[in-house]
């Protein structure tokens, strides 16, 4: 078992010199466009995570207390608002990041 996971190992370390690539032409461009796709799934997993804490939090404080919906209603919009209104900030950023590409 050991020796056919040494094997194994090797030939995935040699044949990676075969797809290598010289790393000096990556430029701006690589950059920019790597920028972007962290940017954008950082923003999307921070905002629907956000949102979903945001409405389990309601849903568990209406579970406890039905009377007081009317007091949560209003204040659960304005923070799903902008938790969504930050990831729309990043969505615009990421948009006009594009042009540089």
Excluded: C
Excluded at 8 to 17: D, G, T
Excluded at 18 to 44: C, N, R, S, V, W
């Amino acid at each position: 078992m050991k020796k056919t996971a040494l094997v194994s190992l090797a030939m995935l370390l040699a044949s990676s010199q075969a797809f290598a690539q010289d790393a000096g032409h990556m430029g701006d461009k690589g950059l920019y466009a790597l920028g972007l796709g962290i940017m954008l799934g950082l923003g999307a997993f921070g905002a629907t995570m956000g949102q979903g804490r945001v409405g389990s939090s309601a849903m568990e404080g209406l579970a406890r207390n039905p009377q007081a919906r009317d007091s949560m209603f209003v204040p659960m919009i304005l923070g799903l608002a902008l938790i969504e209104s930050l990831f729309i900030l990043t969505w615009l950023m990421a948009f006009f990041m594009n042009g540089k590409i």
